[in-house]
């Protein structure tokens, strides 16, 4: 294992360290317990967004706090679930008055240990709301859940849910928005190669050099089948295929295309793939109308995308090009 590292266990906490103080202006730190909260925050009288999750998919989540993204990140160790009590104190960090959302992915440890939060910060009158995001159309169940797992469509979900929040919506309002990007966001990945978390040492799954997995997750899991490698127009199709399906897109369907790194893959690969979704979009008279091309929630350092697709209607662009300003998002600030 080759990893620019001191010691497994710090990683984490070093890393949480290291984005505090390259972006003081943006985020404040705490260590103990981790969790990160915009540098202006609490926000009174504005709904609070909280999310967060197992390190290794930086920059989820806490490249997304700031600025009309979320108010609060909580880091767990390496692809393992934050813990109550963090939550708990970063909700507390972030509440202004107007109540909390929980922006949860759906894996098992997350949806327990935020419910848990959830439940500790209502007993000290803190109003909190859960959404969960399940948009990977590429297994029903897996190892880390129950059910489909949330993956790329949580960067659109952040950045739409924050700007409701930003624009000053009540809590009840932020909930249906954040709800309807769960319901019109459908992700697929695949992977070239495993990753490796610093404190096992060892690759999470063994792929061939002719072999690809289609339909991984982000914490290493395999994906739904193991074939041979394919050119990017075919690797493109099979995502796409399954994700344009599943919804399903509608012809003549205003939609931001998202095409995700997982790490490792350089940007020439993303723009190349991006390029082969566009194309079959466009046959099947799907209108892309937002895009976004780039590594934000990663597998540390696994090769692979994945393709997201959101219907988006009126609101939702505004939504989505609203101002923000966070370290791994900038613009119209």
């Not at 966001?185 to 799954?205: D, K, Y």
Request: with cysteine; aromatic share 6%; net charge negative.
């Amino acid at each position: 294992m080759k990893k620019i590292i001191n010691d497994p266990a710090t990683v984490a906490i070093q890393a949480l360290q290291g984005v505090g103080l390259a972006h003081a202006d943006l985020v404040r730190v705490n260590l103990e317990p981790p969790y990160l909260v915009r540098a202006d925050g609490p926000v009174q009288g504005k709904v609070a967004i909280v999310s967060g999750g197992g390190s290794g998919h930086e920059p989820l989540a806490g490249g997304y706090v700031g600025v009309g993204m979320l108010d609060a990140a909580v880091p767990g160790a390496v692809f393992t679930s934050p813990t109550p009590d963090q939550i708990l104190e970063a909700t507390q960090a972030a509440d202004g008055g107007a109540g909390v959302v929980h922006l949860v992915l759906n894996y098992t440890g997350d949806i327990l240990n935020f419910e848990t939060a959830a439940e500790l910060a209502e007993a000290e009158g803190i109003e909190v709301t859960p959404v969960i995001i399940d948009d990977d159309v590429a297994v029903k169940d897996s190892t880390y859940t129950a059910g489909r797992r949330g993956v790329g469509g949580a960067i659109p979900w952040y950045k739409i849910t924050g700007a409701a929040a930003a624009r000053g919506d009540d809590l009840k309002s932020v909930v249906e928005i954040s709800q309807r990007v769960v319901a019109n966001v459908r992700t697929m990945g695949m992977a070239l190669t495993p990753c490796t978390v610093p404190h096992s040492g060892e690759p999470s799954f063994t792929l061939a050099d002719d072999e690809m997995e289609i339909g991984i997750g982000v914490h290493g899991e395999p994906g739904r089948e193991r074939v041979k490698l394919a050119s990017a127009d075919e690797i493109v199709a099979t995502l796409l295929g399954s994700v344009v399906d599943d919804l399903p897109f509608e012809r003549g369907a205003r939609t931001l295309l998202f095409v995700n790194g997982m790490g490792g893959t350089p940007l020439i690969e993303l723009y190349l793939a991006y390029n082969s979704a566009r194309t079959f979009l466009a046959e099947r008279g799907v209108e892309v109308v937002r895009s976004l091309v780039g590594n934000y929630f990663t597998s540390l350092e696994m090769q692979g995308i994945s393709i997201s697709l959101l219907n988006l209607d009126d609101e939702l662009i505004e939504l989505w090009d609203a101002p923000v300003h966070t370290p791994a998002m900038r613009r119209g600030r």
